[in-house]
């Protein structure tokens, strides 16, 4: 790759401005020169005038583009890739709109996705995903490597988000086949700059952020980037507060023009006092009343989540030559979470509901991963190949400590109903016990794929990719309780066709593999008759038609799949009121997805997208009632558009506002209740101008300005009215 140049390189004078373009063409990017006026004579020895300026190359997905980036820089096995060129449905959320919409938590990302269903607030531990009406669970990464839990997550050192829609078996190995979420980390760049944003979020909780960005050398070889973050107030919902603190720092070391080194370190901590509550029925002849006032607090004030997370990792890029090139990484992440939680469990359909609470058994989880990858170039004929070959696999451990000595205690005397919340003062026993190693988990995978072109217009991409999960159980004193050991083989092929260079016509057949699912201890407050019990692992196909054109600034995807997957759910027990989890049948779901990015008339932006699912359950011999039904807390349907549009008027004014769409839910399996479809709406303004030559962003965001109260899923309430006010100076 290109060695990258400082600013501080560039000169007045033609020949060394041709010595430097000769050395580095990426300059071309950065640099504007008007042509040279003609020698006048032959004898003059002067050299032609050349004017010189120099500017910040713009990002890929800023505002001036409407947000539309055309790379992913992350797609899985295959690394970097022009979307145009990968047969996927990708979505991708930039760091300006990251910034604009003030996002400081995954919900204010996800809520604007226009391929994502929010089903789990962050206010209730962490940001729970559905993609193609499959919940994403742990299926999360940074900068490609897997993240198995992320019970907070900070979006403040985060350059994008990167949205892959669907099975990824190939790219990732094993995990759900809904898709992959992979935040990627801002990196350095070889020109210096600060920003300073201070701010109001989700109510009076006060923050301030810095992203420095600090080239080392004038050669370009070192730069680093570091983000620091600190939060702290209530939020807009009573009895609930936040504090956080973030500090992430990268360095970038190009060591030759084809070598590269990174590396990246953070550590975060974060604590929210007054969690939102999980909600359920005691039994299916309880039916789901209308959502709770959003204005008051349904939880417990003394529920709180705290974690402390810490992050390191390193990654190689070395184009040995043109044919060869070597990629390398390694990472670990530690998160350690105590959590006291309220669970509401309605007992009549008129809103009477009983309380759990407990000092809540979560674990501790340490993940190890690394990834060597070789990509080979060569020519057959015509027919072009990048042949990728090599391992990535993770190690997760997970450390448990016992819960309350009392478990869940229930409460339900005081008269719990919507009428209006009841707080009682009787916490939960705090836990006891030390922490223990509760599993250790294995995954590797070994992958080959070749990557061809058939001439500019025909593409395919095919590969192989074997994966193992070995997982070791341990009870409290070390033994070892259980072992899963499983392996497979699952393929992907794929077929592009260009008719025109801004349009991509593909077809994709995948297959996944996912460990199976294992039985928790209780499920709605009620006992699991299989407790901890392991199911084999799960399997999936995809099938998947697309269309990706860029026309004009917009970029538009569509995209008509269907996933095949193993179901595996809790079968309540009438007789004995309890439940046993049970893997048994197929969810199919199929569908249609529709996206837009970028700027569709001067001025105006628009971020938008539709999905429309048809999602069954099929072939269930252990349950035929389950058979033809929708799974639960799945929208079918939903569609999204956030726009922005620039006035004329005023310079540097911009109004922003969204719409947002989700379609009803089942609450259950046998889809005997269901809640109410909701739309919400965000509105806001943005303003950007200079103060003594200082560059200055002022935002202001209402979102959910109807204050609408709603159910999010059948287990979470949706968030009331909340105003964010920020100020961003860049020097």
């Given at each position: 790759?290109?060695?990258?140049?400082?600013?501080?390189?560039?000169?007045?004078?033609?020949?060394?401005?041709?010595?430097?373009?000769?050395?580095?063409?990426?300059?071309?990017?950065?640099?504007?020169?008007?042509?040279?006026?003609?020698?006048?004579?032959?004898?003059?020895?002067?050299?032609?005038?050349?004017?010189?300026?120099?500017?910040?190359?713009?990002?890929?997905?800023?505002?001036?583009?409407?947000?539309?980036?055309?790379?992913?820089?992350?797609?899985?096995?295959?690394?970097?890739?022009?979307?145009?060129?990968?047969?996927?449905?990708?979505?991708?959320?930039?760091?300006?709109?990251?910034?604009?919409?003030?996002?400081?938590?995954?919900?204010?990302?996800?809520?604007?996705?226009?391929?994502?269903?929010?089903?789990?607030?962050?206010?209730?531990?962490?940001?729970?995903?559905?993609?193609?009406?499959?919940?994403?669970?742990?299926?999360?990464?940074?900068?490609?490597?897997?993240?198995?839990?992320?019970?907070?997550?900070?979006?403040?050192?985060?350059?994008?988000?990167?949205?892959?829609?669907?099975?990824?078996?190939?790219?990732?190995?094993?995990?759900?086949?809904?898709?992959?979420?992979?935040?990627?980390?801002?990196?350095?760049?070889?020109?210096?700059?600060?920003?300073?944003?201070?701010?109001?979020?989700?109510?009076?909780?006060?923050?301030?952020?810095?992203?420095?960005?600090?080239?080392?050398?004038?050669?370009?070889?070192?730069?680093?980037?570091?983000?620091?973050?600190?939060?702290?107030?209530?939020?807009?919902?009573?009895?609930?507060?936040?504090?956080?603190?973030?500090?992430?720092?990268?360095?970038?070391?190009?060591?030759?023009?084809?070598?590269?080194?990174?590396?990246?370190?953070?550590?975060?901590?974060?604590?929210?006092?007054?969690?939102?509550?999980?909600?359920?029925?005691?039994?299916?002849?309880?039916?789901?009343?209308?959502?709770?006032?959003?204005?008051?607090?349904?939880?417990?004030?003394?529920?709180?989540?705290?974690?402390?997370?810490?992050?390191?990792?390193?990654?190689?890029?070395?184009?040995?030559?043109?044919?060869?090139?070597?990629?390398?990484?390694?990472?670990?992440?530690?998160?350690?979470?105590?959590?006291?939680?309220?669970?509401?469990?309605?007992?009549?359909?008129?809103?009477?509901?009983?309380?759990?609470?407990?000092?809540?058994?979560?674990?501790?989880?340490?993940?190890?991963?690394?990834?060597?990858?070789?990509?080979?170039?060569?020519?057959?004929?015509?027919?072009?190949?990048?042949?990728?070959?090599?391992?990535?696999?993770?190690?997760?451990?997970?450390?448990?400590?016992?819960?309350?000595?009392?478990?869940?205690?229930?409460?339900?005397?005081?008269?719990?109903?919507?009428?209006?919340?009841?707080?009682?003062?009787?916490?939960?026993?705090?836990?006891?016990?030390?922490?223990?190693?509760?599993?250790?988990?294995?995954?590797?995978?070994?992958?080959?794929?070749?990557?061809?072109?058939?001439?500019?217009?025909?593409?395919?991409?095919?590969?192989?990719?074997?994966?193992?999960?070995?997982?070791?159980?341990?009870?409290?004193?070390?033994?070892?309780?259980?072992?899963?050991?499983?392996?497979?083989?699952?393929?992907?092929?794929?077929?592009?066709?260009?008719?025109?260079?801004?349009?991509?016509?593909?077809?994709?057949?995948?297959?996944?593999?996912?460990?199976?699912?294992?039985?928790?201890?209780?499920?709605?407050?009620?006992?699991?008759?299989?407790?901890?019990?392991?199911?084999?692992?799960?399997?999936?196909?995809?099938?998947?038609?697309?269309?990706?054109?860029?026309?004009?600034?917009?970029?538009?995807?569509?995209?008509?799949?269907?996933?095949?997957?193993?179901?595996?759910?809790?079968?309540?027990?009438?007789?004995?009121?309890?439940?046993?989890?049970?893997?048994?049948?197929?969810?199919?779901?199929?569908?249609?997805?529709?996206?837009?990015?970028?700027?569709?008339?001067?001025?105006?932006?628009?971020?938008?997208?539709?999905?429309?699912?048809?999602?069954?359950?099929?072939?269930?011999?252990?349950?035929?009632?389950?058979?033809?039904?929708?799974?639960?807390?799945?929208?079918?349907?939903?569609?999204?558009?956030?726009?922005?549009?620039?006035?004329?008027?005023?310079?540097?004014?911009?109004?922003t506002g969204g719409l947002y769409y989700t379609g009803k839910q089942a609450v259950d399996p046998l889809n005997t209740d269901e809640i109410s479809d909701f739309t919400t709406a965000d509105i806001g303004v943005r303003y950007k101008t200079r103060v003594n030559n200082v560059p200055l962003t002022l935002r202001l965001n209402i979102n959910n300005v109807t204050n609408k109260s709603y159910w999010l899923t059948a287990n979470s309430t949706g968030a009331s009215r909340t105003v964010a006010f920020s100020g961003q100076f860049e020097f």
């Open positions: 790759m290109p060695k990258p140049l400082s600013r501080n390189r560039l000169h007045p004078v033609a020949l060394a401005i041709s010595a430097v373009v000769i050395a580095s063409p990426s300059l071309a990017q950065e640099v504007g020169k008007t042509p040279a006026p003609a020698a006048a004579d032959a004898s003059d020895n002067s050299l032609p005038a050349v004017r010189v300026q120099a500017s910040r190359a713009k990002p890929e997905g800023d505002a001036e583009r409407g947000y539309r980036a055309s790379t992913a820089s992350q797609v899985g096995a295959l690394g970097a890739k022009a979307l145009q060129d990968t047969p996927f449905s990708i979505n991708i959320i930039s760091r300006e709109l990251i910034e604009n919409v003030q996002a400081s938590k995954p919900d204010d990302v996800i809520k604007i996705n226009p391929v994502l269903q929010l089903n789990n607030p962050q206010s209730r531990f962490f940001s729970g995903v559905t993609m193609r009406g499959f919940s994403v669970g742990s299926n999360k990464r940074i900068d490609g490597h897997p993240n198995a839990n992320m019970v907070s997550v900070d979006m403040e050192d985060k350059e994008r988000v990167e949205v892959l829609t669907g099975l990824s078996g190939f790219l990732y190995g094993p995990g759900n086949v809904g898709g992959t979420l992979n935040y990627v980390l801002k990196r350095p760049s070889t020109e210096r700059f600060s920003r300073v944003t201070v701010g109001v979020t989700e109510g009076s909780s006060a923050y301030v952020h810095g992203d420095f960005n600090l080239p080392i050398d004038e050669q370009g070889r070192f730069a680093t980037r570091l983000n620091v973050v600190a939060q702290d107030g209530d939020t807009a919902t009573d009895h609930q507060s936040i504090s956080r603190q973030l500090v992430s720092g990268a360095l970038d070391w190009n060591v030759t023009q084809r070598l590269k080194v990174q590396f990246d370190a953070s550590y975060s901590h974060y604590r929210m006092d007054g969690t939102n509550p999980y909600w359920s029925v005691a039994n299916s002849t309880v039916k789901y009343p209308g959502a709770p006032d959003a204005d008051s607090y349904w939880g417990q004030p003394f529920t709180q989540t705290e974690t402390n997370q810490a992050h390191v990792a390193a990654r190689l890029q070395w184009e040995i030559s043109d044919d060869l090139g070597i990629r390398a990484g390694v990472a670990r992440r530690k998160s350690d979470s105590a959590l006291v939680a309220a669970n509401n469990i309605f007992s009549s359909s008129s809103g009477a509901y009983a309380v759990q609470t407990s000092d809540w058994e979560y674990p501790d989880i340490t993940n190890q991963a690394m990834y060597a990858l070789a990509d080979i170039r060569f020519n057959t004929g015509a027919v072009r190949h990048k042949v990728t070959a090599g391992f990535f696999g993770d190690v997760d451990e997970r450390t448990n400590y016992r819960s309350s000595p009392g478990g869940w205690a229930s409460n339900t005397t005081g008269g719990f109903n919507l009428s209006a919340p009841i707080y009682f003062t009787t916490e939960p026993l705090p836990a006891t016990g030390a922490k223990y190693v509760a599993n250790r988990t294995h995954n590797s995978n070994l992958v080959v794929g070749n990557d061809i072109e058939f001439g500019d217009r025909w593409g395919a991409l095919v590969g192989l990719t074997q994966s193992t999960i070995y997982d070791k159980a341990f009870g409290a004193t070390g033994a070892t309780t259980s072992v899963y050991d499983k392996t497979r083989v699952t393929p992907s092929v794929s077929l592009l066709f260009k008719p025109m260079p801004n349009v991509t016509l593909y077809g994709s057949y995948i297959e996944g593999m996912e460990k199976g699912g294992t039985a928790a201890k209780t499920n709605n407050g009620k006992e699991v008759t299989n407790a901890e019990a392991i199911m084999p692992p799960l399997e999936s196909q995809q099938l998947e038609l697309g269309v990706k054109g860029t026309v004009g600034g917009v970029l538009m995807t569509a995209a008509l799949f269907q996933i095949d997957k193993g179901l595996q759910y809790y079968q309540y027990n009438a007789g004995t009121d309890n439940y046993t989890y049970v893997q048994s049948g197929r969810q199919v779901h199929q569908g249609l997805e529709l996206t837009s990015t970028g700027r569709v008339l001067p001025g105006l932006t628009v971020v938008g997208g539709v999905t429309i699912m048809d999602a069954k359950v099929t072939r269930n011999r252990a349950n035929t009632a389950l058979e033809g039904k929708t799974p639960a807390n799945v929208a079918e349907n939903f569609a999204k558009v956030y726009a922005e549009y620039d006035l004329p008027a005023v310079a540097g004014l911009t109004l």
